[in-house]
Nanobody, 121 residues
Framework: QVQLVESGGGLVQPGGSLRLSCAAS????????MGWYRQAPEKQRELVAM???????NYADSVKGRFTISRDNAKNTVYLQMNSLKPEDTAVYYC???????????????WGQGTQVTVSS
């Protein structure tokens, strides 16, 4: 089974920085996409940043210029460097990956447990 393990969440003051990590483990033939969603209280889950097919990136307009997504293919790990954090960035951040477990299986959408990011004075 594929597992996504997240780390790096926590409490930070406005203007501060955090770096989230998500490592995929288990049966992995290929990773088609990997990145981050977030969900604030009483809000819909939204895309934050994603790396698609190894190089193409997609960012939410609200984080462009502040967040940077990167991926270490050898480690099956994706990172989200979050700078200039704002209170509205407060949310549970979920790692997401589209992974093909084997050549005999279709790709599947996997989710991490979520990590809390709180931006507050």
């Amino acid at each position: 089974q594929v597992q996504l393990v997240e780390s790096g969440g926590g409490l930070v003051q406005p203007g501060g920085s955090l770096r989230l990590s998500c490592a995929a483990s288990g049966s992995i033939f290929s990773i088609n996409a990997m990145g981050w969603y977030r969900q604030a209280p009483e809000k819909q889950r939204e895309l934050v940043a994603m790396i698609i097919e190894g190089s193409r990136t997609n960012y939410a307009d609200s984080v462009k210029g502040r967040f940077t997504i990167s991926r270490d293919n050898a480690k099956n790990t994706v990172y989200l460097q979050m700078n200039s954090l704002k209170p509205e960035d407060t949310a549970v951040y979920y790692c997401n990956a589209v992974i093909n477990p084997s050549t005999r299986s279709p790709s599947y959408n996997y989710w991490g447990q979520g990590t809390q990011v709180t931006v507050s004075s």
